[in-house]
């Protein structure tokens, strides 16, 4: 499977990339393909289920000792929340508590199970820049900037511009 990993990001709040990440992958799901939604906004408290309407039971740190030991992709179907439009969901910590749990090392079995399992994932980055970032980068065969028309969110495109750059990622 060729899987394609999809990151929305901004470092400003409020210009829509949890809009454009549940709206790419509700897209991708009706043009039938297998597709999960991991929202890595660590600072943004469940908005991306609130949106979709779900009440997810897990998250990625939940999933991380089965994913370092197990080989089979099949293994997301126990964490996952699926949507009514066969979309499925997963957001990468439940509460703030989690987060600790997430480093730019233990994350990346994640992404290698998840590239096996699926056809697209597509990650709501949230706007805080950090080490698990930079590795759901690595990952990512796009990263679609948004910005709004105003003066703040294009400066703030334009910083994500030089720090990607600055990274080694075109």
Known sequence: MSC??????????????????????????RAKS???????????????????NLLPRNAVVDALPDLEKSD???????YVTVHSSGLHFLPVVKNTKQIGHVTADNIKPFFKRAAAAYDYVI???????????????????LILLVATPDILAVYQIRWCLDTLQTLQFP
Request: proline share 1%; glycine share 8%.
């Open 4 to 29: 394609r990993t999809i990151t929305v990001f901004c470092s400003k709040g409020g210009v829509g990339k949890t809009f454009v990440a549940v709206n790419l992958a509700t897209a991708l799901v």
């Open 34 to 52: 297998k597709v999960l939604l991991v929202d890595f906004d660590l600072q943004a408290g469940q908005d991306m289920a609130r949106m979709i």
């Open 72 to 78: 089979d992709p099949g293994v997301f179907s126990e």
């Open 123 to 141: 990650i709501d980055a949230g706007k805080s820049l950090n080490e698990a970032l930079v590795t759901a980068f690595d990952y990512s065969n």
